[in-house]
């Protein structure tokens, strides 16, 4: 993790950074399909562990996705990703949040795990 964020959120910012914000949207939502890919098959493989960060990564980069394909926004920072998560939960309805919590929830379940073990 760095600055807060996954490793695969990094990777997929440091590849999008100096897109056009379509081509970055698009490249967001192929690498937050990809995520989705890797946890259905890791938890196929009884990779649990690994798995738990997935769905905040993919949480994460689809809101970034959605930024930079409505408004040219590139989200930098965990603040302005929670409140684009928020604009979206207004805009979109209460399903966004559900999905939002849940990636975080996992995620912070892994976290703990982690300091555990």
Do not use: F
């Amino acid at each position: 993790m760095c600055s807060g964020i996954t490793l695969d959120e990094y990777l997929v910012e440091l590849a999008t950074q100096n897109l056009e914000p379509l081509q970055r949207a698009v490249e967001h939502v192929n690498a937050a399909q990809e995520l989705l890919e890797q946890a259905r098959e890791e938890l196929e493989e009884g990779g649990a562990r690994q798995v738990a960060e997935k769905p905040w990564g993919t949480a994460a980069i689809a809101i970034k996705a959605c930024a930079s394909w409505r408004e040219g926004r590139r989200l930098s920072s965990h603040r302005e990703l929670w409140g684009y998560e928020e604009t979206m939960v207004r805009e979109l309805g209460e399903w966004v949040a559900d999905a939002w919590c849940a990636g975080r929830s996992m995620y912070v379940c892994m976290l703990l795990r982690r300091m555990v073990w």
